[in-house]
């Protein structure tokens, strides 16, 4: 893919958000609850997971959350489930510069994955890796060091950040203890189940971390019911 033009901003905010097919708390479709919880959280960046390719109007699903907002859309898809591909996608505002699809499945497990999108600004190259890691901590474990892995791998950014549903229960598990050393602490804001969050799923590292400014989960109404998990948005300056 081309690089993109160079764009001119100095701090871009990301929000993180686990959509559960746009099916919300009360068993509903609803794309529509979706793309104003996306909206209220106005966010430059938006790393989804959980999109799966539903019908919306004649519209796929990502295709409509994106035109909602008027984001380009990237996709990573993980498996087919109901002969619809599923999977992550990140809506971005700028222009994206490349695009990779990590494969970080384990046999016998839920298939996974990650999207490693780059912007080109000002400032410099800006990385985001969006995933979703799997149920069982040992899966959680090989998929982490296939990450860090492939970011030593990778020539670094001079912005780079890593989010995503990753499904940790435990607060010092070792995959969150990895993260953290690679990247410096992430902040945890609870954001699963959406209606009374109690564990912090949902993650956002940074790195340098001096350049990220705030972290929340994004709560309101509409994202108590909209998805089982809440936003977790940050604002990040640019170096």
Same mark, same amino acid.
């Given at each position: 893919m081309a690089a993109a033009a160079r764009l001119t901003v100095s701090v871009i905010r990301l929000c993180s958000y686990n959509i559960h097919g746009a099916i919300g708390t009360d068993g509903r479709f609803d794309a529509a609850r979706i793309a104003a919880v996306i909206e209220e959280t106005g966010s430059d960046i938006v790393a989804l997971q959980e999109v799966e390719h539903h019908d919306v109007g004649g519209e796929d699903l990502p295709d409509y959350l994106a035109r909602c907002g008027g984001y380009h859309l990237s996709l990573g898809p993980t498996q087919v489930r109901f002969d619809r591909p599923y999977g992550n996608a990140l809506l971005s505002r700028l222009p994206v510069g490349s695009l990779r699809r990590l494969d970080i499945s384990i046999p016998g497990r839920e298939p996974r994955g990650a999207l490693d999108v780059e912007f080109q600004l000002d400032a410099g190259r800006l990385r985001i890796i969006n995933t979703h890691l799997g149920l069982l901590p040992g899966e959680r474990r090989q998929q982490v060091q296939q990450l860090l892995a492939h970011l030593e791998a990778t020539e670094p950014a001079d912005l780079t950040l890593v989010t995503g549903d990753?499904?940790?229960?435990? *607060?010092?598990?070792?995959?969150?203890?990895? !993260?953290?050393?690679?990247?410096e602490r992430a902040t945890a804001v609870r954001t699963f189940p959406a209606g009374w969050p109690l564990l912090a799923l949902d993650r956002i590292w940074v790195k340098p971390r001096q350049q990220l400014l705030s972290v929340q989960a994004h709560r309101s109404v509409a994202s108590r019911v909209a998805s089982d998990? *809440?936003?977790?948005?940050?604002?990040?300056? !640019?170096?």
């Open positions: 990753i499904n940790e229960w435990f *607060l010092w598990g070792r995959p969150i203890r990895w !993260l953290n050393r690679h990247f998990h *809440l936003p977790v948005c940050a604002r990040v300056s !640019l170096p």
